[in-house]
């Protein structure tokens, strides 16, 4: 069965840093675009980072840059979304996805396009 299963939320106070993981099972990320993403309520999905197949062509959104770090581990088939200063904002379910079609990170990001998707984990940002 091809999955991806995020880990790592929580609860953190504001200024407070976590990291997200997404590891693929039934299948490799070699081939594939990545990205997060998140939906808060009453909210559309967006797309937070991507990252293309090759790790060369990153996408961050104007609201995360600076703050949060994509990146992915080949051999253990995960994802990673590091995220620093966080605040009240970014509280959300934060998804991962894999795409094997998608031109640029960009795109993948800003269309929501995905193969897959994780089934999300909840970061909250609370004092």
């Known amino acids: 069965q091809l999955q991806l299963v995020e880990s790592g939320g929580g609860l953190v106070q504001p200024g407070g840093s976590l990291r997200l993981s997404c590891t693929a099972s039934?299948?490799?990320?070699?081939?594939?675009?990545i990205g997060w993403f998140r939906q808060a309520p009453g909210k559309e999905r967006e797309g937070v980072s991507c990252?293309?197949?090759?790790?060369?062509?990153?996408y961050y959104a104007d609201s995360v840059k600076g703050r949060f770090t994509i990146s992915r581990d080949y051999a253990r088939k995960t994802v990673y979304l590091q995220m620093n200063s966080l605040s009240t904002d970014d509280t959300a379910v934060y998804y991962c996805?894999?795409?094997?079609?998608?031109?640029?990170?960009?795109?993948?990001?800003?269309?929501?396009?995905?193969?897959?998707w994780g089934q999300g984990t909840q970061v909250t940002v609370s004092s």
């Open positions: 996805a894999a795409d094997k079609s998608s031109p640029t990170s960009q795109v993948m990001c800003v269309f929501r396009i995905s193969d897959y």
């Open positions: 990252l293309d197949p090759s790790n060369t062509d990153t």
């Open positions: 039934g299948f490799t990320l070699d081939d594939y675009a």
